[in-house]
């Protein structure tokens, strides 16, 4: 047993890639000599050198469409966003070249390509910087997307999405890079599929359904609400795409009320999909309408005080709970 | 095309003949397309012939080549059959991209055809990683990447030239100026006097040749390539030429007038290699004729083979988004 953080499960997960297959490089703003700007790279430039970690300019577009060519002839680059709200810039690259190759080149060519940085709103970095992308990404057919909301699952989602054939994007939590969680020794492989969630803590009157900085959100809410007798089972989706519908029914065939709280926005946001789900294929198991907390539906402010008030948090969460409890 | 030849070997009748089975090719492709059997978009490539036929004489077979939409032309010339890219065209299963790319998506891994890509200067970092990968892997192969005079303003086109010289990758980047960016011509669209100029503000070697002459394409595409295979380094070469047709099959083409179209005409590609060729008597005009004949025949049968070829098949619908077939 050993608690590591979140970061270094990423360095790890990289490190080990990176020793596993020759074809795996690492590359974007600052990865190398910086070692990364919130040092997930820490190291790998000492030990891989600069044939594999290597630095870009400030070019998105450009470094993510070099990867995709790359890829193309069976390199399996890992293109680092310093934040997915830069992957705006290179968002022809990952939406039109990446996923679309293999359907348009008649299945010749895949595009085995990681892209991974931190996604999703941080801390008063205004309306340009706090982008969750999962929503947007998700939509698009040929990519994959997952958001690890601990340490292991960063380590053994992006392990995974590193030999995935496909396009995979690692949406990683930019608030919990310096979280900590147990996560296997080194020696040991940790390889997490994509399209698997995982119950973060069972229950038995509600289901909270979350993923990324939700997670840590949902464990702390259903503690709280422990104390009022209220049972709550936590799904963390951890793959929004491909989505594991089956958890996600079986913990609402089991619970009958669910919350789906997401750090996107509402507007066909994750938990539209999640929720449409639900009640096409069990309609009749709901005892309640299903609530969503998300983002409000405004850019994101400077203001602290009004950053808060736009993204979820506790008090909103125990407060759709309740409604769906009818308590 | 007979596959798998070293540049240097490259027959000159054989490029006059891929130079005619290009041109018949896109004249049969716009008939088809008039007659509704191919859907879409259409851009031809007649009167360009010379420079994908140069460009590819002077490489190897295994070098990489990549280009935007207007692509047939370069799928010929990498040995895909008439049959394949017709077929691609009428949008079935035996199209060199099984009918789901189209006119603007043609593919052929095997003969490294890297696409077809449509999205204008998206394709130029493609390009720069195919040659990234070259120098990972310390090959001695380089990439030929075609785009039009269009794609010079485009942000992904200066971030990969700059990428490329910073890195020093093996590629040669070939704008084809026709002068028209769909109907904006450069004058109206580019800051430059000359497209070239673009190279210099990335320390790229930059050079002019006329598109119209087979040879001055290959020779000078030679002259690059071996100097890029001797210490890797990207290369721009403005290769000026002309599309007789529009831009499109949509477009007449009314923004340029009728005595511009045939000053180029008079200086048509295939007519220059074919008189160079019979002038040193290394061509008769019975062996031109023939080989004219054999290309209709070709693209003829090639519209038949298209036209008998299965339909796609719905069931196989969701086989082609993911590489393991996964469907989420």
Known sequence: MREITYRQALNEALAEELERDPNVFLMGEEVAEYHGAYKVSQGLLERFGPRRIIDTPISENGFAGLGVGAAMVGLRPIIEFMTFSFSLVAFDQVVNNAPNMFTMSGGQFNVPITFRGPNGPAHQLGATHSHATENFYASVPGLKVCTPATPRDAKGLLKTAVRDNNPVLVLEAELLYSSKGIVEPPDEELLIPLGKAEVKREGSDVSIICYAQTVPLALKVAAQLEEEDISAEIVDLRSIKPLDERA??????KTHRVVIVEQDHPFCGVGAEVCYRIQKNIFDELDAPIFRV??????????????????????KLVAAVKQVCYT | MTAMQPAEQRDEVEMLSL???????????SQQYQAQKIGGFCHLYIGQEAVVAGAVAAVRDDDYIITAYRDHAHALARGTSANACMAELFGKETGCSRGLGGSMHFFNRQNHMYGGHAIVGAHVPLAVGLAFSIKYRDEDRVTLCF????????GSFHEALNLAALYKLPIVFICENNLFAMGTSVKRS??????????????????????????????????????????????????????????SMSDPASYRTKLELEKYRLDDPITRLRAQLTREGKLTNEQFDLLDKRSKEMVLASVKFAEASPQALIEKLHDFTYADGAKP
């Open chain 2, 147 to 154: 785009f039009g005079d269009g794609a010079i303003n485009q």
């Open chain 2, 19 to 29: 130079m005619l089975l290009i041109r018949r090719f896109e004249e049969r492709a």
């Open chain 1, 294 to 315: 998300s983002q409000e539906d405004v850019p994101m402010p400077y203001n602290e005080r009004l950053e808060k008030a736009v993204l979820p948090n506790a008090d």
């Open chain 2, 190 to 247: 580019t800051s430059l006097k000359q497209i070239v100029d673009r190279a210099e503000g990335y320390d790229i070697p930059g050079e002019i040749v006329d598109g119209m002459n087979f040879r001055e394409v290959r020779d000078k595409v030679a002259e690059i390539v071996d100097s890029i295979r001797k210490e890797p380094h990207p290369a721009f070469l403005e290769v000026r030429t002309y599309r007789y047709r529009g831009h």
């Open chain 1, 248 to 253: 996600i029914l079986d913990s609402v065939a």
